[in-house]
């Protein structure tokens, strides 16, 4: 089943018709319980007669059919988001759909979504939001809407707390004042209560960077300036990265705050 590349869409589109198909059955059974109570009302026993056997009738179809939609339904849930085959199939429909989305780090990013699979049950989280509507294609179209809409981001207290995090840093590693530090390191005191690296992923702090980046906000309140520099650290040590609002990657390692040239 999860070498099929749309494994989901296509039980829940066999899965759909089912229950379409029962749904039919039912409504017939329906209108014909309300012919048989019209009947009754008036008193027209040949038609109630009519009625209240096409009733059973239909009745019992109707329960054959609900058992039927019950045990076609065997889609191993588990066995499919665990063994990664759900991140493939909506990473492909996203393709299919003109979506810029790409896996990192067991996350998916789709500008500005960060999309994390849950497998225990077979659910996803969508920015610290889960999401118990999995289906691939309707999962694409929240993620397609999210893009939409205004980022939910404030440049000003976002850039304070990384001037914050970036002088801890300087501190401890002795660093010149204005020399570049690694993100990773300011992710790392970012993330210094427990749990909080888990609240907090480098993948997040990349996404928030990226919309930093583009609210032109680079100055922080004692005066200093942000900038984000493509320097050697980019090659040699550890990276942050994230998706851009045109899909292309983009990739951070270094940050510094410095007093504006004059």
């Known amino acids: 089943m999860t070498d099929v590349p749309n494994a989901l869409e296509s039980a829940l589109d066999a899965i759909e018709g089912d ?5 039919r059955i039912l409504a017939s059974a329906v209108r014909s319980a309300k012919r048989a109570k019209a009947a009754a009302a008036s008193g027209q026993l040949r038609d109630l007669q009519q009625a209240l056997e096409a009733t059973a009738a239909l009745a019992d179809q109707a329960a054959t059919a609900a058992q039927d939609l019950r045990a076609g339904w065997r889609f191993d849930a588990g066995t499919y988001f665990a063994s990664g085959a759900y991140a493939k199939e909506l990473l492909a429909c996203a393709a299919d759909a003109g979506l810029q989305a790409f896996e990192s780090d067991d996350l998916i990013l789709s500008y500005p979504a960060i999309v ?7 659910t996803v989280v969508v920015d610290k939001t889960k999401e118990r509507r999995v289906r691939p294609s309707v999962l694409v179209g929240q993620l397609a809407a999210l893009q939409q809409r205004p980022p939910k981001f404030k440049p000003e207290p976002f850039i304070e707390a990384l001037a914050a995090a970036y002088d ?34 480098r993948q ?24 984000l520099p493509a320097s050697a650290m980019t090659r040699s040590g550890p990276v942050l990265t994230t998706v851009t609002r045109s899909g292309q990657t983009k990739v951070y390692a270094g940050i510094t705050f410095a007093d504006p040239v004059t």
């Open 204 to 227: 997040e702090l990349a996404r928030d960077l990226y919309l930093l980046d583009q609210s032109g906000v680079v100055d922080v309140k004692d005066g200093r300036r942000m900038s």
């Open 168 to 201: 801890l840093v300087a501190g401890a590693r002795r660093l010149r004042p204005g020399a570049p530090a690694r993100l990773v390191d300011v992710h790392r005191v970012l993330t210094l209560l427990p749990g909080s690296a888990r609240d907090y992923s």
């Open 19 to 23: 229950a379409d198909a029962t749904l």
């Open 116 to 122: 994390q699979v849950s497998a225990g049950d077979a």
